[in-house]
């Protein structure tokens, strides 16, 4: 059996499982005995898949056969790497067999490798518990003696400020939903229309891959199972956002996405994000700005208004209509937020140039009188006794007695070596690689006067394109 038709299978008992039994959902099958089961679960997935489009008035037969018209799209190179190396016959085939009820001579469909990829797939999952209970990172403002801001600390991807969905204005909740999962209301997890319409996208115009995901199955991929494009992580995906949702309640789990996503600027959450932008909190957020930040999760970089602010309008535009055909905005309201500038505040690097003794130090006073394990475990306010003058004061009066202790020894009039990096490494892209090159060292750069170690920018050029093989 093909290879990507196995994974394809293993996919589709999942998403059968979640659409039609989710409370029923195996993890493990037998391969020697269950074969019968798997079909069967099979037959009903697509019969309700068949019904899910019978709602729309679409027909899925023709749906199919459209995108299959083209086997070059995708056989080729230019098809997503996900389904490189699929026999589009082979697909076909399968689909007769379990969707339209036929009995075609040669299937491929083998249960017993499909059961074992499938089983491969699912294990070690983890629990929707551990996800429910899992405190997103956050950031914690140190506030010096007058009430001032005067340090932050936050994990790497961790700059966020969490917000209980109670605060979030219905109007930015509205906004998210329209433009990333618009039946996020009213499915358990999975939308099997929108999986269904990635697949057969990606089968009638190849490219990117798209995934159909909801917001449900982006919180679990962005809280544990990651974003490789795998088969092998959609299947995980789909079955733990599953089990979430029977769980957690939607509003609890519009708090968990809107806490955990990226949104440029160094933002994580749509507090830090409408603080970085507008800066204000997301409780004041107008219908411009709201649908702005709504259109970013697709592409923080692509779609960033500082970098690329008319791809940053017209995806706020696109948000905009989706909440006018869902009757939140009307037209009027519509067409004045579009026509409206992005009102973005400047651009602010978050950095600290005091202070750093002063973090570490409540770091351990909080783990000691507070229990807590870390600052950035949660998004805290610290209020401190620091004066933030005397602090400076005394940080820079600590650096000049260094300097004339160093003055003093003498030490930092000794003329280090000059290293130059260049002619080094023009050396090592010429010579021919060695089994066992000995290690060398390189002769320290110390003193007031020695000139700085000079290294040039690499040149980068924009790569080559070639089509993947696969």
């Known amino acids: 059996m093909n290879t990507i038709l196995i994974k394809l299978f293993a996919t589709a008992l999942t998403l ?18 269950d074969g019968p089961q798997v079909v069967q679960i099979l037959r009903d997935g697509c019969a309700h898949m068949r019904k899910a489009f019978d709602i729309e008035d679409i027909n899925l037969d023709e749906l199919i056969s459209t995108a299959m018209e083209d ?14 190396g699929l ?53 914690t403002r140190i506030l010096d003696a007058s009430g001032k801001p005067f ?74 199972v990651g974003d490789d494009v795998t088969y092998e992580r959609k299947i995980r995906e789909m079955i733990v956002a599953s ?16 806490n955990g996503i990226y949104l440029g600027r160094g933002a994580y959450g749509i507090e830090m994000a409408a603080r970085s932008y507008f800066g204000k909190s997301v409780g004041q957020l107008t219908l411009p700005e709201a649908a702005l930040l709504a259109g970013m999760p697709k592409g923080p970089n692509f779609y960033s208004p500082d970098k690329y602010p008319e791809r ?11 909440l006018k055909e869902e009757g939140a905005i009307t037209e009027a309201e519509m067409a004045a937020a579009v026509a409206s500038d992005l009102g973005l505040k400047p651009v602010e690097t978050a950095r600290r140039d005091s202070g750093f003794y002063v973090v570490d130090h409540l770091t351990r006073e909080a783990r000691t009188f507070a229990g807590l394990d870390s600052l950035t475990a949660h998004s805290l306010t610290v209020r401190s006794t620091i004066n933030a003058g005397l602090q400076r004061a005394v940080e820079g009066a600590l650096q000049d007695g260094l300097a004339n202790y160093e003055r003093g020894t003498g030490r930092q009039t000794y003329p280090g070596p000059e290293f130059n990096l260049t002619e080094s490494v023009r050396k090592l892209q010429a010579a021919v690689p060695a089994p066992e090159a000995a290690p060398q060292s390189l002769p320290g750069v110390t003193g007031a006067e020695a000139k700085p170690t000079e290294i040039k920018p690499a040149e980068i050029k924009p790569a080559e394109a070639k089509a993947p093989v696969g």
């Open 87 to 139: 026999d589009i016959g082979e697909l076909n085939t399968s689909y007769k067999q379990f969707c339209k009820g036929e009995n075609p001579k040669g299937s491929p469909f083998d249960a017993r490798e499909v059961i074992e990829f499938y089983n491969r797939a699912t294990t070690d999952l983890p629990t929707a518990e551990a996800l429910r209970d899992k405190a997103l990172p956050g950031m």
């Open 71 to 84: 086997p070059t799209a995708v056989a080729g190179p230019a098809a997503p790497k996900i389904l490189h």
């Open 16 to 33: 059968s499982q979640v659409t039609t039994k989710p409370e029923a959902l195996k993890t493990q099958f037998d391969p020697a005995v």
């Open 243 to 258: 089990r979430l949702e029977r769980i957690l309640g939607k509003p609890q789990i519009l708090g968990l996405y809107l």
């Open 312 to 322: 940053a309008r017209e995806r706020r535009a696109y948000v905009l209509a989706r």
């Open 151 to 224: 340090a932050e600390t936050f994990e790497p991807n961790g700059r966020r400020l969490v917000v209980p969905i109670a605060d979030v204005p219905p109007l930015v909740r509205q906004a998210f939903i329209a433009a990333e999962d618009k039946r996020f209301e009213c499915h358990h997890g999975i939308d099997e229309r929108g999986v269904i319409r990635a697949f057969i996208g990606n089968l009638a115009a190849p490219g990117r891959p798209a995934g159909g995901s909801t917001i449900t199955q982006q919180v679990v991929k962005n809280l544990s």
